[in-house]
């Protein structure tokens, strides 16, 4: 965590290099156990960004939850296999140590892809993979039964964490009654800037939502505020993680959301809780970025994260 401690601002295009420079040289020792936990690449659209990389847990004797992660990038930017090492250790250590199949879907983006095509397309993905579940698992008889399709856990970090919440407040992306709803029984929302009001967050937005008043429609603490009772109702358990050093427009939007989520879901006695935490001492890109990499990687909250994630 030296590396990030020298890393002054906290805003995202200055932290980006070395935070990227950091990680890698973090990672880079632990290559070979990396690349040998099994990954598989598929097509879950006609699209070039409709890609889904799948990274496979060791066998166990229970079935395999799996889990959803959904890449950041400011609705501009990111893909499911960038930067050397970091999203290969971060299916890798999911896969291990949560003991989860691990999807990692790419997503259109704009300025070509608008709301809510980011996720929407996470929603095909996962609709393919549960339909295609048995060319997931492989070719031996009764394989596909290693993982558990009804227990899914979505994650998302930074632009990602808005299209899962997307997935769960907007009905036109996800209606109440569609199965993969019902599927999702945990959301994890990683530096997730739930929402664009009063500050300069960067084009990404704009060019995303298509005008201020859709990203003020639209943005996920909208979509909250305006949730009718019945989606409000069907909000599995969410676990929300902060980094202490992210941009200070992301935690008051983070602080935001806790209060408007406490008060709706006192409204509709909500099934699911939300659990707030921060990460000490990392920035807006290192708290992903650095998993797995023990007490040098900060890798505290994860810990507990995964007990969450288990604890059904």
């Keep these: 965590m030296d590396a990030i401690a020298a890393v002054i601002p906290t805003d995202i295009p200055s932290i980006y290099e070395p935070t990227t420079a950091a990680a890698n040289a973090l990672h880079e020792p632990h290559r070979a156990f990396i690349e040998s936990v099994p990954r598989r690449r598929f097509k879950y659209g006609p699209d070039e960004r409709h890609n889904l990389d799948i990274y496979y847990p060791p066998p166990s004797e229970s079935k395999a939850p799996v889990l959803v992660y959904i890449h950041g990038g400011a609705f501009i930017g990111g893909a499911a296999r960038p930067m050397s090492l970091i999203y290969a250790n971060l299916g890798a250590y999911f896969a291990r140590t949560a003991g989860a199949l691990v999807?990692?879907?790419?997503?259109?983006?704009?300025?070509?892809?608008?709301?809510?095509?980011?996720?929407?397309?996470?929603?095909?993905?996962?609709?393919?993979?549960?339909?295609?579940?048995?060319?997931?698992?492989?070719?031996?008889?009764?394989?596909?039964?290693?993982?558990?399709?009804?227990?899914?856990?979505?994650?998302?970090?930074?632009?990602?964490?808005?299209?899962?919440?997307?997935?769960?407040?907007?009905?036109?992306?996800?209606?109440?009654?569609?199965?993969?709803?019902?599927r999702i029984k945990k959301v994890v929302l990683l530096a997730a800037p739930m929402h664009f009001r009063g500050e300069d967050t960067g084009p990404g937005p704009l060019l995303y939502y298509g005008s201020p008043e859709a990203v003020e429609?639209?943005?996920?603490?909208?979509?909250?505020?305006?949730?009718s009772p019945e989606v409000v109702r069907a909000l599995p358990g969410i676990y929300m993680i902060e980094a202490e050093r992210d941009p200070e427009f992301v935690k008051v939007a983070a602080e935001d959301w806790r209060v408007a989520f406490g008060e709706r879901a006192g409204e509709v006695e909500a099934k699911g809780a939300l659990v707030v935490v921060r990460a000490s001492g990392h920035n807006h890109l290192s708290l992903v970025w650095f998993v797995g990499g023990g007490e040098a990687g900060g890798d505290g909250w994860v810990e507990g994260l995964v007990r969450w994630l288990r604890d059904d």
């Design 103 to 182: 999807l990692v879907p790419e997503y259109r983006l704009a300025p070509g892809a608008k709301y809510p095509t980011g996720a929407a397309d996470v929603r095909s993905a996962l609709e393919w993979a549960v339909a295609h579940a048995r060319e997931i698992a492989g070719e031996g008889e009764g394989e596909e039964g290693r993982y558990d399709w009804e227990r899914v856990w979505l994650s998302g970090h930074s632009a990602g964490a808005i299209h899962a919440a997307t997935m769960l407040l907007d009905t036109a992306v996800l209606p109440l009654d569609d199965p993969v709803r019902a």
């Design 217 to 227: 429609a639209h943005q996920p603490l909208a979509l909250l505020e305006n949730a």
